[in-house]
T-cell receptor
């Protein structure tokens, strides 16, 4: 089945550690996005990529990094510079500026 | 900067009632507007997508309208059911930047 796969579903991090969240899509979409969701709030854009080997900062990029080496993959690294990383992270993709499709999310908790 | 507001933040209705959820945005230069449903701890499920040139879209008991000039969209849910209980989010995609801005959502509870 076509879709977006995020892994891991749950992740625990000690302070000072970097962690990487995986996002893979088999929809042949050009654009991919990472959003962060805090309890009771909407989604805030971290990074997005409209083509391979290119990406742009969203509204809250500080403390995060991404790469887009393959069309189907857009991993997100949460670095130790991110002061409040505990959140629900959602990956999405779209064909150009079309309909957004989301994965099931990854919940990161800092111990 | 685009800002998206959803009112009310929470809504509780008895089963069978028709209801309207509201979404407003500040910049009318949008490419499309999309409504989503989110169940607790889950990702977002797309409900309806309205292109900027369209006025409304329908899917089953759901109808979404778009008025770009006034910066507003509504999601109408007919004959609500307990299974409709979820958080509903709207998102607008900017014409130029090709990125979407989300509202904070409306949490709907439909009581049997």
């Amino acid at each position: 089945d076509g879709g977006i796969t995020q892994s891991p579903k749950y992740l625990f991090r000690k302070e000072g550690q970097n962690v990487t969240l995986s996002c893979e899509q088999n929809l042949n979409h050009d654009a991919m996005y990472w959003y962060r969701q805090d309890p009771g709030q909407g989604l805030r854009l971290i990074y997005y990529s409209q083509i391979v080997n290119d990406f742009q900062k969203g509204d809250i990029a500080e403390g995060y990094s991404v790469s887009r080496e393959k069309k189907e993959s857009f991993p997100l690294t949460v670095t130790s510079a991110q002061k409040n990383p505990t959140a629900f992270y959602l990956c999405a993709s779209s064909m150009g500026k079309g309909e957004l499709f989301f994965g099931e999310g990854s919940r990161l908790t800092v111990l | 900067k685009q800002e998206v507001t959803q009112i009310p933040a929470a809504l509780s209705v008895p089963e069978g009632e028709n209801l309207v959820l509201n979404c407003s945005f500040t910049d009318s230069a949008i490419y499309n507007l999309q409504w989503f449903r989110q169940d607790p701890g889950k990702g977002l499920t797309s409900l309806l997508l309205i292109q900027s040139s369209q006025r409304e879209q329908t899917s089953g008991r759901l109808n979404a309208s778009l008025d770009k000039s006034s910066g507003r969209s509504t999601l109408y849910i007919a004959a609500s059911q307990p299974g409709d209980s979820a958080t509903y989010l709207c998102a607008v995609m900017d014409t130029n930047a090709g990125k979407s801005t989300f509202g904070d959502g409306t949490t709907l509870t439909v009581k049997p």
